[in-house]
Protein backbone atom coordinates (compact mmCIF):
# COMPACT_ATOMS: atom_id res chain seq x y z
CA UNK A 1 0.00 0.00 0.00
CA UNK A 2 1.24 3.73 -1.35
CA UNK A 3 0.61 6.86 1.30
CA UNK A 4 1.64 10.24 1.42
CA UNK A 5 1.40 12.77 4.54
CA UNK A 6 1.82 16.33 4.15
CA UNK A 7 2.71 18.09 7.07
CA UNK A 8 0.76 21.01 7.87
CA UNK A 9 -2.47 22.34 5.60
CA UNK A 10 -1.16 26.05 6.08
CA UNK A 11 2.28 27.44 5.55
CA UNK A 12 2.67 31.56 5.71
CA UNK A 13 5.81 32.83 4.67
CA UNK A 14 6.83 36.87 3.78
CA UNK A 15 7.68 37.16 0.62
CA UNK A 16 11.63 36.82 -0.31
CA UNK A 17 11.74 33.92 2.29
CA UNK A 18 12.49 30.26 2.13
CA UNK A 19 9.91 28.35 1.55
CA UNK A 20 9.74 24.54 2.71
CA UNK A 21 6.73 22.70 2.13
CA UNK A 22 6.92 18.85 4.16
CA UNK A 23 5.82 15.07 2.10
CA UNK A 24 6.19 12.04 3.88
CA UNK A 25 5.68 8.95 2.06
CA UNK A 26 5.35 5.49 2.72
CA UNK A 27 6.15 2.48 0.51
CA UNK A 28 8.08 -0.84 0.27
CA UNK A 29 9.08 -0.03 -3.08
CA UNK A 30 10.76 2.57 -4.96
CA UNK A 31 8.01 5.42 -5.58
CA UNK A 32 7.33 7.86 -7.93
CA UNK A 33 6.93 11.02 -6.42
CA UNK A 34 4.97 14.17 -8.17
CA UNK A 35 4.38 17.97 -6.65
CA UNK A 36 1.32 19.55 -8.39
CA UNK A 37 0.55 23.25 -7.33
CA UNK A 38 -3.02 24.28 -7.65
CA UNK A 39 -4.14 28.06 -8.74
CA UNK A 40 -7.68 29.12 -7.30
CA UNK A 41 -10.34 28.44 -10.06
CA UNK A 42 -8.05 26.34 -11.35
CA UNK A 43 -6.66 22.08 -12.08
CA UNK A 44 -3.61 20.26 -10.54
CA UNK A 45 -0.40 21.50 -12.88
CA UNK A 46 2.60 19.26 -12.40
CA UNK A 47 5.46 21.29 -10.48
CA UNK A 48 8.14 18.42 -10.86
CA UNK A 49 8.54 14.72 -10.39
CA UNK A 50 11.25 12.25 -8.93
CA UNK A 51 11.69 9.25 -11.45
CA UNK A 52 14.97 7.94 -9.24
CA UNK A 53 17.09 9.57 -11.95
CA UNK A 54 18.61 11.88 -9.71
CA UNK A 55 17.55 12.87 -5.85
CA UNK A 56 17.40 16.65 -6.46
CA UNK A 57 14.96 17.67 -8.90
CA UNK A 58 14.47 20.91 -10.27
CA UNK A 59 10.94 21.99 -11.19
CA UNK A 60 9.24 25.16 -12.76
CA UNK A 61 8.89 28.63 -10.92
CA UNK A 62 12.04 27.80 -8.71
CA UNK A 63 10.88 25.21 -7.04
CA UNK A 64 13.24 21.77 -6.17
CA UNK A 65 12.20 18.70 -4.20
CA UNK A 66 15.09 16.18 -2.93
CA UNK A 67 13.99 12.52 -2.50
CA UNK A 68 15.92 10.92 0.66
CA UNK A 69 15.04 7.54 1.26
CA UNK A 70 16.10 7.29 4.23
CA UNK A 71 13.60 9.58 5.52
CA UNK A 72 11.23 8.68 3.41
CA UNK A 73 10.44 12.28 2.03
CA UNK A 74 10.59 14.08 -0.69
CA UNK A 75 10.17 18.02 0.36
CA UNK A 76 9.11 20.78 -1.83
CA UNK A 77 11.46 23.72 -1.15
CA UNK A 78 11.98 27.36 -3.13
CA UNK A 79 14.50 29.98 -1.69
CA UNK A 80 12.79 33.28 -2.11
CA UNK A 81 9.01 33.26 -1.76
CA UNK A 82 7.08 35.81 -4.61
CA UNK A 83 3.78 36.51 -4.16
CA UNK A 84 2.46 34.34 -6.99
CA UNK A 85 3.48 31.72 -5.19
CA UNK A 86 0.43 31.59 -3.12
CA UNK A 87 -2.04 28.01 -3.92
CA UNK A 88 -2.35 24.74 -2.90
CA UNK A 89 0.80 22.32 -3.11
CA UNK A 90 -0.04 18.76 -3.39
CA UNK A 91 2.27 15.58 -2.86
CA UNK A 92 1.82 12.62 -4.66
CA UNK A 93 2.85 8.90 -4.78
CA UNK A 94 3.03 6.31 -7.15
CA UNK A 95 4.43 2.50 -6.66
CA UNK A 96 5.70 0.95 -9.43
CA UNK A 97 6.59 -3.28 -9.82
CA UNK A 98 3.30 -4.46 -9.07
CA UNK A 99 1.80 -1.05 -7.68
CA UNK A 100 -1.08 1.02 -8.30
CA UNK A 101 -1.07 2.83 -11.30
CA UNK A 102 -3.06 4.86 -9.46
CA UNK A 103 -1.23 7.60 -7.79
CA UNK A 104 -1.97 8.75 -4.15
CA UNK A 105 -2.46 12.22 -3.50
CA UNK A 106 -1.62 14.01 -0.06
CA UNK A 107 -4.38 16.23 1.67
CA UNK A 108 -2.29 19.05 0.00
CA UNK A 109 -0.96 22.40 1.71
CA UNK A 110 -1.90 26.03 1.10
CA UNK A 111 1.03 28.26 0.96
CA UNK A 112 0.30 31.68 2.02
CA UNK A 113 2.90 34.77 0.83
CA UNK A 114 2.59 37.89 2.60
CA UNK A 115 4.22 40.69 1.38
CA UNK B 1 -1.42 22.05 -27.48
CA UNK B 2 -4.82 22.13 -25.80
CA UNK B 3 -5.16 20.71 -22.51
CA UNK B 4 -8.05 18.94 -20.71
CA UNK B 5 -11.32 20.91 -21.35
CA UNK B 6 -13.96 20.56 -18.76
CA UNK B 7 -17.54 21.89 -19.54
CA UNK B 8 -19.48 23.79 -18.34
CA UNK B 9 -16.88 25.66 -15.76
CA UNK B 10 -19.86 26.00 -12.65
CA UNK B 11 -23.33 24.67 -12.51
CA UNK B 12 -25.95 25.62 -10.06
CA UNK B 13 -28.98 23.17 -10.02
CA UNK B 14 -31.85 22.62 -7.94
CA UNK B 15 -31.59 19.08 -5.89
CA UNK B 16 -32.93 16.35 -7.48
CA UNK B 17 -32.24 17.65 -11.16
CA UNK B 18 -29.58 15.30 -13.15
CA UNK B 19 -26.44 16.95 -13.73
CA UNK B 20 -23.69 16.14 -16.77
CA UNK B 21 -20.38 17.23 -16.63
CA UNK B 22 -18.35 17.05 -19.94
CA UNK B 23 -14.02 16.33 -20.25
CA UNK B 24 -12.49 16.02 -23.41
CA UNK B 25 -8.85 14.53 -22.29
CA UNK B 26 -5.80 15.99 -24.00
CA UNK B 27 -5.76 13.69 -27.34
CA UNK B 28 -2.95 10.50 -27.54
CA UNK B 29 -3.72 9.60 -23.70
CA UNK B 30 -4.46 6.50 -22.72
CA UNK B 31 -6.21 7.16 -19.45
CA UNK B 32 -8.88 9.45 -17.97
CA UNK B 33 -9.72 10.17 -14.54
CA UNK B 34 -12.55 11.90 -12.78
CA UNK B 35 -12.12 13.28 -9.34
CA UNK B 36 -14.03 15.47 -6.12
CA UNK B 37 -12.47 17.82 -4.20
CA UNK B 38 -14.17 19.43 -1.02
CA UNK B 39 -12.89 20.74 1.60
CA UNK B 40 -13.43 17.75 4.09
CA UNK B 41 -12.29 15.12 1.91
CA UNK B 42 -9.65 16.77 -0.41
CA UNK B 43 -9.25 14.80 -3.73
CA UNK B 44 -11.38 11.77 -4.30
CA UNK B 45 -10.36 9.50 -6.99
CA UNK B 46 -13.90 8.37 -8.44
CA UNK B 47 -13.81 6.39 -11.86
CA UNK B 48 -10.76 6.15 -14.26
CA UNK B 49 -10.76 4.36 -17.48
CA UNK B 50 -8.10 3.15 -20.03
CA UNK B 51 -9.03 3.20 -23.95
CA UNK B 52 -12.07 4.06 -23.26
CA UNK B 53 -13.19 1.22 -21.09
CA UNK B 54 -13.83 1.51 -16.93
CA UNK B 55 -10.91 0.03 -15.09
CA UNK B 56 -12.09 0.93 -11.89
CA UNK B 57 -14.97 2.68 -10.46
CA UNK B 58 -15.04 2.11 -6.31
CA UNK B 59 -14.78 5.72 -5.78
CA UNK B 60 -17.86 6.28 -7.04
CA UNK B 61 -20.13 7.30 -3.79
CA UNK B 62 -23.52 5.91 -5.40
CA UNK B 63 -25.52 4.05 -8.07
CA UNK B 64 -26.49 8.11 -8.44
CA UNK B 65 -22.96 8.57 -9.89
CA UNK B 66 -22.26 7.43 -13.07
CA UNK B 67 -19.46 7.68 -16.21
CA UNK B 68 -18.81 7.07 -19.33
CA UNK B 69 -16.13 7.14 -22.36
CA UNK B 70 -17.91 6.78 -25.68
CA UNK B 71 -14.52 7.60 -27.41
CA UNK B 72 -11.03 8.28 -27.22
CA UNK B 73 -11.95 12.16 -27.12
CA UNK B 74 -14.85 12.44 -24.47
CA UNK B 75 -16.03 11.11 -21.18
CA UNK B 76 -19.24 12.25 -19.19
CA UNK B 77 -20.02 12.10 -15.36
CA UNK B 78 -23.80 12.00 -14.57
CA UNK B 79 -25.72 12.56 -11.30
CA UNK B 80 -29.01 11.54 -11.21
CA UNK B 81 -30.77 12.34 -9.23
CA UNK B 82 -28.45 15.31 -7.37
CA UNK B 83 -28.19 16.47 -3.50
CA UNK B 84 -26.82 19.27 -1.87
CA UNK B 85 -23.89 17.02 -0.40
CA UNK B 86 -23.12 16.80 -4.02
CA UNK B 87 -21.70 19.97 -4.24
CA UNK B 88 -17.62 20.21 -5.15
CA UNK B 89 -15.33 21.02 -7.93
CA UNK B 90 -15.16 18.00 -10.25
CA UNK B 91 -11.92 17.66 -11.94
CA UNK B 92 -10.79 15.33 -15.12
CA UNK B 93 -7.71 14.35 -15.94
CA UNK B 94 -5.71 12.13 -18.22
CA UNK B 95 -2.26 10.71 -18.44
CA UNK B 96 -0.47 9.02 -21.63
CA UNK B 97 -0.19 5.45 -21.94
CA UNK B 98 1.13 3.21 -18.63
CA UNK B 99 4.07 4.18 -17.44
CA UNK B 100 4.76 4.81 -13.41
CA UNK B 101 6.39 8.28 -14.08
CA UNK B 102 3.66 10.35 -15.76
CA UNK B 103 2.08 12.81 -14.44
CA UNK B 104 -1.63 13.39 -14.73
CA UNK B 105 -2.49 16.14 -16.99
CA UNK B 106 -6.12 18.20 -15.11
CA UNK B 107 -8.64 20.13 -16.48
CA UNK B 108 -9.50 23.06 -14.45
CA UNK B 109 -12.53 21.46 -13.17
CA UNK B 110 -16.38 22.58 -12.80
CA UNK B 111 -17.55 23.49 -9.78
CA UNK B 112 -20.97 22.24 -8.93
CA UNK B 113 -23.51 23.61 -6.51
CA UNK B 114 -26.28 22.00 -5.47
CA UNK B 115 -29.05 23.94 -4.23
Not at chain 2, 73 to 99: H, M, N, W
Request: charged share 15%; glycine share 8%; with cysteine.
Amino acid sequence: AQSVTQLGSHVSVSEGALVLLRCNYSSSVPPYLFWYVQYPNQGLQLLLKYTSAATLVKGINGFEAEFKKSETSFHLTKPSAHMSDAAEYFCAVRIGRGGSYIPTFGRGTSLIVHP
Amino acid sequence: DAGVIQSPRHEVTEMGQEVTLRCKPISGHDYLFWYRQTMMRGLELLIYFNNNVPIDDSGMPEDRFSAKMPNASFSTLKIQPSEPRDSAVYFCASSPRRGFYQPQHFGDGTRLSIL
